[in-house]
């Protein structure tokens, strides 16, 4: 600690004193808030109201509106909230992060912070990990809201249009982060602004706020409607990674590394990659040319065979690096990921490029159709809309430089209520696998024995069955919580504290449900006051005797050390270890934690491995006996930081590169929300028109060109054919020799406005105005989807630029600029040339049209988190990669003929397709 430090202590400490100040204020306010009848209780949520509507700020009503709700609570829901916890609330408030333990009572909370906020009328969303919370939260809290005065609502994936509305306009609105994604992106694909269900984006309390901004930030929500299919290709590929073989070891340039067993494929663990080594590029096209796929004597790597190598890619990506039980579990004929930092079950979400179907054709389940990306967000640029967000978490600190860095969120540390008990042992790190199976069990019957209760966090479900299928062996009776029992997942953490109750859980199941020691009564008692058929008499004994119960159980318990924690492995963030250890010691209970290491860990294996199993041999550490030191447990650490850094640069640079495609996002969304809302868009149409014949008549008259290089009889051509403009330029000007090019543009500019009215005198503003704004949305989603395409397709293959001496995120940007202009010119021409050349029969089939461009045309739409592919990322900076520029392949849908560069474009707009249409390929 710093000598200034020790004087004024450190910025955590400080903004605690000053919010002890503020509970000072409010705890001096309690017995004049129990005073107050009910009705007068009530009465102070419009008069707040009132008070905001005259202009005072929240913060001036901070301290009383805190001591209602409070006071409310007190008499709604029995809880009355602690001073740590009103220290939360106002960090809330002030848009940090509040970091308190497991147990603190984060949910309560929350809702003095969300309560002050709904009272300016806008709307708060207090965003879960999942619909069970949402769910459990928003009834369980809504009772408070809803004595208060306030609405509340909760917004699920299985909701109707009407139903999510509703939702979205309560004063506090629960919900997913998955399903605010997901709505902000489906009200930006809306044709009527009745349609939409969001309202602003004013105040976020995110809960468990590290696993939604940072574990899931890596994965962007996706929607996606279907695109070519390829069915055939995966089943056929399917049959060729079986037949390569891994090879052990690389030669590297300087000498070091050798092959230990030659092979056809490299893994790389660290990086979750597979690269085919040369040997592998030969056999796999012998057995492409053999099974007819690949012509005699081509390579892999021809412009033709580029969807070839992305189908291998994904294929061997598949069976190399995807392990059933896992990373994903097949359920219903169906492959379903699972969350690899909560251990839960991603219905309803798919793996991008072709890695899905890949999975699907391995474990021989129906292969689902490729998709084709109709918006997409990254929950960091989502969240960053909100005007003020905050978070809470009992474990933010060794992430707080990221969430300043990249969401200007401040972390602080809130003491616990009471000071905690818990007892962290060191680690025992032991050669094999089964010797640290041997002692997991044998900790386990010593708990078991003395009817000590006992959590055991595993890092997938592979592991919790495994360990299941150890401990059922040894006639050891034990819970399995894992992603296939998601529906149990809170009833059975909730009772994981009563006497020899053994738990295996995958390390983050569980999360928002307390541990009680002695067992969770209260769902119990709740029962029998909800039974009509006892009387308050007997519903009172009842009660009694199960807290009396209960209060025997608990004594026991603690007696025999509180809730104890054994973690089989360490994760690869020390954040998810302390979730795992904080499940213990909550509210000052005893416990105790202890992780159980093997050398066969993958973070031991990968980063620490030969230093521990070279201290061990140099000891001569005899056969199943532990090394249990602190240099071992910080040498650790020091592994797990190294993965953190890592998987930081990777969200870092996932976000500089969204960011690109953000800014281009919002202008699009903000154009189309602008034609939405706007009455009549003719005005925009005549801009628009303007602005496209004007640039078709320079192309034949150039500004300051003389006579002689006008091409009159060119631009008299394409009028007439291309826009059915019969004006001649040749006659006026023959009428007429000393018109100037500016008098002759005015000339096109005032036919195309008389085409264009007559159209519209034909059948009236009204309806032609709705066909333009259908027509105008159409083709904004259409080159939007295009565009989309293409930004991925460059991101693909931009970190090769680097070898050039270029910076990608540069060249990125650079490019990307330029697609967006592109695209921009597209739309305009596309929009003028539908409604310059639209045929006008009757008002039957208009309405018929509009009705048509009013439906967006794309089938089978998909939700999902993309699996995320790094446009640039370290490693491929300094290891030049056998693959040409797309490891996956380009599968852009290109619905053009094929053209040569020099030939008219078919699109009709009198360019050459290097100019038109041809740009985007």
């Given at each position: 600690?710093?000598?200034?430090?020790?004087?004024?202590?450190?910025?955590?400490?400080?903004?605690l004193?000053?919010y002890?100040?503020?509970?000072?204020?409010?705890?001096?306010?309690?017995?004049?808030?129990?005073?107050?009848?009910?009705?007068?209780?009530?009465?102070?949520?419009?008069?707040?109201?009132?008070?905001?509507?005259?202009?005072?700020?929240?913060?001036?009503?901070?301290?009383q509106?805190?001591?209602?709700?409070?006071?409310?609570?007190?008499?709604?829901?029995?809880?009355?909230?602690?001073?740590?916890?009103?220290?939360?609330?106002?960090?809330?408030?002030?848009?940090?992060?509040?970091?308190?333990?497991?147990?603190?009572?984060?949910?309560?909370?929350?809702?003095?912070?969300?309560?002050?906020?709904?009272?300016?009328?806008?709307?708060?969303?207090?965003?879960?990990?999942?619909?069970?919370?949402?769910?459990?939260?928003?009834?369980?809290?809504?009772?408070?809201?809803?004595?208060?005065?306030?609405?509340?609502?909760?917004?699920?994936?299985?909701?109707?249009?009407?139903?999510?509305?509703?939702?979205?306009?309560?004063?506090?609105?629960?919900?997913?982060?998955?399903?605010?994604?997901?709505?902000?992106l489906?009200?930006?694909?809306?044709?009527?602004t009745?349609?939409?269900?969001?309202r602003?984006?004013?105040?976020?309390?995110v809960?468990?706020v590290?696993?939604?901004?940072?574990?899931?930030?890596?994965?962007?929500l996706?929607?996606?409607?279907?695109?070519?299919?390829?069915?055939?290709?995966?089943?056929?590929?399917?049959?060729?990674?079986?037949?390569?073989?891994?090879?052990?070891?690389?030669?590297?340039?300087?000498?070091?590394?050798?092959?230990?067993?030659?092979?056809?494929?490299?893994?790389?663990?660290?990086?979750?990659?597979?690269?085919?080594?040369?040997?592998?590029?030969?056999?796999?096209?012998?057995?492409?040319t053999?099974?007819?796929?690949?012509?005699?004597?081509?390579?892999?790597?021809?412009?033709?065979?580029?969807?070839?190598?992305?189908?291998?890619?994904?294929?061997?990506?598949?069976?190399?690096?995807?392990?059933?039980?896992?990373?994903?579990?097949?359920?219903?004929?169906?492959?379903?990921?699972?969350?690899?930092?909560?251990?839960?079950?991603?219905?309803g979400?798919?793996?991008?490029d072709?890695?899905?179907?890949?999975?699907?054709?391995?474990?021989?389940?129906?292969?689902?159709?490729?998709?084709?990306t109709?918006?997409s967000?990254?929950?960091?640029?989502?969240?960053?809309?909100?005007?003020?967000?905050?978070?809470?978490?009992?474990?933010?600190?060794?992430?707080?430089?990221?969430?300043?860095?990249?969401?200007?969120?401040?972390?602080?540390?809130?003491?616990?209520?009471?000071?905690?008990?818990?007892?962290?042992?060191?680690?025992?790190?032991?050669?094999?696998?089964?010797?640290?199976?041997?002692?997991?069990?044998?900790?386990i019957?010593?708990?078991?024995?003395?009817?000590?209760p006992?959590?055991?966090?595993?890092?997938?479900?592979?592991?919790?069955?495994?360990?299941?299928?150890?401990?059922?062996?040894?006639?050891?009776?034990?819970?399995?919580?894992?992603?296939?029992?998601?529906?149990?997942?809170?009833?059975?953490?909730?009772?994981?504290?009563?006497?020899?109750?053994?738990?295996?859980?995958t390390?983050?199941?569980?999360?928002g449900t307390?541990?009680?020691?002695?067992?969770?009564?209260?769902?119990?008692?709740?029962?029998?006051?909800?039974?009509?058929?006892?009387?308050?008499?007997?519903?009172?004994?009842?009660?009694q005797?199960?807290?009396?119960?209960?209060?025997?159980?608990?004594?026991?318990?603690?007696?025999?050390?509180?809730?104890?924690?054994?973690?089989?492995?360490?994760?690869?963030?020390?954040?998810?270890?302390?979730?795992?250890?904080?499940?213990?010691?909550r509210?000052?209970?005893?416990?105790?934690?202890?992780?159980?290491?093997?050398?066969?860990?993958?973070?031991?294996?990968?980063?620490?491995?030969?230093?521990?199993?070279?201290?061990?041999?140099?000891?001569?550490?005899?056969?199943?006996?532990?090394?249990?030191?602190?240099?071992?447990?910080?040498?650790?650490?020091?592994?797990?930081?190294?993965?953190?850094?890592?998987?930081?640069?990777?969200?870092?640079?996932?976000?500089?590169?969204?960011?690109?495609?953000?800014?281009?996002?919002?202008?699009?969304?903000?154009q189309?929300?602008?034609?939405?809302?706007?009455?009549?868009?003719?005005?925009?149409?005549?801009?628009?028109?303007?602005?496209v014949?004007?640039?078709?008549?320079?192309?034949?008259?150039?500004?300051?060109?003389?006579?002689?290089?006008?091409?009159?009889?060119?631009?008299?051509?394409?009028?007439?054919?291309?826009?059915?403009?019969?004006?001649?330029?040749?006659?006026?000007?023959?009428?007429?020799?000393?018109?100037?090019?500016?008098?002759?543009l005015?000339?096109?500019?005032?036919?195309?406005?008389?085409?264009?009215?007559?159209?519209?005198?034909?059948?009236?503003?009204?309806?032609?105005?709705?066909?333009?704004?259908?027509?105008?949305?159409?083709?904004?989603?259409?080159?939007?989807?295009?565009?989309?395409?293409?930004?991925?397709?460059?991101?693909?293959?931009?970190?090769?630029?680097?070898y050039?001496?270029?910076?990608?995120?540069?060249?990125?940007?650079?490019?990307?600029?330029?697609?967006?202009?592109?695209m921009?010119?597209?739309?305009?021409?596309?929009?003028?040339?539908?409604?310059?050349?639209?045929?006008?029969?009757?008002?039957?089939?208009?309405?018929?049209?509009?009705?048509?461009?009013?439906?967006?045309?794309?089938?089978?739409?998909h939700?999902?988190?993309?699996?995320?592919?790094?446009?640039?990322?370290?490693?491929?900076?300094?290891?030049?990669?056998?693959?040409s520029?797309?490891?996956?392949?380009?599968?852009?849908?290109?619905?053009?003929?094929?053209?040569?560069?020099?030939?008219?474009?078919?699109?009709?707009?009198?360019?050459?397709?290097k100019?038109?249409?041809?740009?985007?390929?």
């Open positions: 600690m710093s000598f200034l430090t020790k004087i004024f202590g450190s910025r955590n400490q400080r903004l004193k000053q002890q100040k503020a509970v000072r204020q409010i705890n001096a306010l309690e017995p004049e808030m129990e005073k107050l009848s009910d009705a007068e209780l009530q009465a102070m949520t419009p008069a707040f109201r009132e008070r905001l509507a005259k202009g005072e700020t929240l913060d001036a009503i901070l301290p509106a805190f001591a209602v709700c409070r006071e409310a609570s007190k008499r709604v829901l029995k809880m009355r909230h602690f001073d740590v916890q009103l220290i939360g609330a106002m960090v809330l408030h002030d848009g940090k992060i509040a970091e308190m333990g497991t147990g603190e009572g984060k949910t309560l909370m929350a809702t003095l912070a969300a309560y002050l906020n709904a009272l300016a009328g806008r709307g708060v969303h207090i965003v879960t990990v999942n619909d069970y919370l949402a769910q459990r939260d928003s009834e369980w809290m809504g009772r408070l809201y809803g004595w208060l005065g306030l609405t509340t609502g909760v917004n699920t994936a299985q909701l109707d249009h009407e139903q999510k509305q509703q939702a979205y306009n309560a004063d506090i609105t629960y919900g997913t982060n998955n399903e605010f994604g997901f709505d902000y489906r009200d930006n694909m809306v044709y009527e009745s349609d939409r269900v969001q602003s984006l004013p105040f976020a309390i809960d468990e590290d696993s939604i901004l940072i574990d899931e930030a890596r994965t962007p996706i929607i996606s409607g279907q695109a070519e299919d390829h069915t055939d290709m995966y089943l056929k590929i399917n049959v060729i990674p079986p037949q390569l073989t891994q090879q052990i070891g690389e030669e590297t340039p300087d000498g070091r590394g050798q092959v230990e067993k030659p092979g056809d494929y490299l893994k790389d663990e660290k990086a979750h990659q597979v690269l085919l080594t040369e040997a592998g590029h030969e056999k796999a096209e012998q057995i492409l053999s099974m007819g796929l690949l012509p005699e004597g081509a390579s892999l790597y021809d412009a033709t065979n580029i969807s070839l190598i992305h189908h291998l890619y994904a294929a061997l990506r598949a069976h190399v690096l995807y392990h059933k039980d896992q990373h994903y579990v097949v359920q219903d004929n169906e492959i379903i990921i699972v969350d690899e930092f909560t251990g839960r079950l991603m219905t979400r798919r793996w991008s072709g890695l899905h179907q890949a999975v699907e054709a391995k474990e021989g389940v129906k292969i689902q159709n490729e998709n084709q109709l918006a967000i990254t929950f960091q640029n989502y969240f960053r809309m909100y005007a003020k967000l905050s978070g809470m978490t009992g474990t933010a600190d060794t992430e707080a430089y990221e969430f300043q860095e990249i969401y200007g969120l401040e972390t602080v540390v809130i003491p616990p209520n009471r000071p905690s008990q818990r007892k962290d042992r060191q680690d025992q790190v032991y050669k094999s696998a089964e010797e640290r199976y041997n002692a997991v069990v044998a900790d019957r010593d708990c078991y024995e003395r009817g000590q006992v959590l055991v966090g595993t890092t997938s479900i592979e592991n919790s069955e495994l360990l299941s299928s150890i401990l059922t062996q040894a006639k050891l009776p034990h819970n399995v919580l894992n992603a296939k029992q998601h529906a149990r997942e809170a009833e059975i953490i909730a009772q994981a504290g009563r006497p020899k109750m053994i738990t295996i859980a390390n983050m199941a569980g999360r307390d541990i009680v020691l002695g067992g969770n009564v209260d769902k119990q008692i709740q029962l029998i006051e909800a039974d009509a058929s006892l009387s308050d008499a007997d519903k009172a004994q009842r009660s005797k199960l807290r009396d119960e209960w209060q025997s159980l608990h004594e026991q318990v603690v007696a025999a050390g509180g809730l104890h924690i054994i973690g089989t492995e360490r994760h690869e963030s020390r954040r998810v270890d302390n979730q795992l250890r904080g499940r213990s010691g509210q000052g209970d005893p416990g105790s934690s202890r992780f159980f290491l093997s050398l066969d860990d993958p973070l031991l294996r990968i980063f620490a491995g030969d230093r521990v199993r070279a201290i061990m041999e140099r000891l001569k550490m005899p056969e199943g006996e532990p090394i249990e030191a602190g240099i071992v447990t910080r040498s650790i650490e020091s592994a797990q930081r190294k993965v953190e850094a890592r998987n930081f640069d990777i969200r870092k640079q996932l976000l500089e590169y969204d960011d690109v495609a953000n800014d281009q996002r919002k202008v699009i969304y903000q189309r929300n602008e034609l939405l809302e706007t009455g009549d868009v003719g005005e925009m149409i005549a801009s628009l028109r303007d602005g014949f004007t640039d078709l008549f320079r192309e034949h008259v150039p500004a300051d060109a003389i006579e002689e290089q006008w091409d009159i009889a060119g631009l008299d051509s394409v009028l007439a054919n291309e826009w059915q403009m019969s004006i001649s330029l040749a006659a006026i000007l023959q009428a007429e020799p000393d018109l100037s090019d500016d008098e002759l005015e000339r096109v500019l005032a036919a195309a406005k008389q085409l264009y009215d007559t159209k519209v005198e034909q059948i009236g503003r009204e309806s032609f105005a709705g066909f333009e704004r259908s027509v105008m949305l159409q083709s904004i989603d259409s080159h939007w989807r295009e565009h989309l395409a293409a930004l991925d397709h460059l991101r693909q293959g931009i970190h090769l630029r680097g050039a001496q270029k910076n990608p995120k540069q060249e990125y940007k650079r490019e990307a600029f330029e697609l967006f202009g592109q921009l010119d597209l739309i305009r021409n596309e929009v003028v040339r539908i409604v310059m050349t639209v045929r006008i029969e009757s008002r039957e089939e208009i309405e018929a049209a509009e009705e048509e461009l009013a439906q967006p045309h794309v089938a089978n739409v939700y999902q988190h993309a699996d995320f592919k790094p446009g640039l990322a370290p490693e491929e900076l300094l290891a030049p990669t056998a693959v520029g797309d490891e996956r392949g380009l599968t852009q849908v290109n619905a053009l003929p094929k053209v040569g560069r020099n030939d008219p474009c078919p699109c009709g707009s009198g360019k050459k397709y100019h038109c249409h041809g740009q985007l390929q």
